[in-house]
Nanobody, 128 residues
Framework: QVQLVDSGGGLVQAGGSLRLSCTASGRTFSDYPVGWLRQAPGKEREFVASISRSATTTYYADSVRGRFTISRDNAQNTVYLQMSSLKPEDTAVYYC?????????????????????WGQGTQVTVSS
């Protein structure tokens, strides 16, 4: 599996923006659909967003659709999560994640169960 290192978290006021980044190594990054998960204190890890190998397909949780944008740069082995209009309920540890290698250029997971490896996590705190 690919190794992932995520970064970019921090403290932001409600309504603000942050961009998370995740750099991959160890395998061919473009072979993998990737995405972001998050886990708030006392809650289970949940799906946030995902993107297919070719970046032609993206999928978002209802709670972030319209506010978050996922993108990837296969030449730089990097996936991004641009977060806007942040809310206190977005506070969580955010994890970059990779699915198992996939032959389809268009498939992307739609739940946390679709991922096989994760980064170490980066804390996002949104103050009210």
């Amino acid at each position: 599996q690919v190794q992932l290192v995520d970064s970019g978290g921090g403290l932001v006021q409600a309504g603000g923006s942050l961009r998370l980044s995740c750099t991959a190594s160890g395998r061919t990054f473009s072979d993998y659909p990737v995405g972001w998960l998050r886990q708030a204190p006392g809650k289970e890890r949940e799906f946030v967003a995902s993107i297919s190998r070719s970046a032609t397909t993206t999928y978002y949780a209802d709670s972030v659709r319209g506010r978050f944008t996922i993108s990837r740069d296969n030449a730089q082995n990097t996936v991004y999560l641009q977060m806007s209009s942040l809310k206190p309920e977005d506070t969580a540890v955010y994890y970059c994640a990779a699915a198992r290698s996939e032959s389809s250029l268009f498939y992307t997971p739609r739940s946390s169960l679709g991922f096989a490896s994760w980064g170490q996590g980066t804390q996002v705190t949104v103050s009210s």
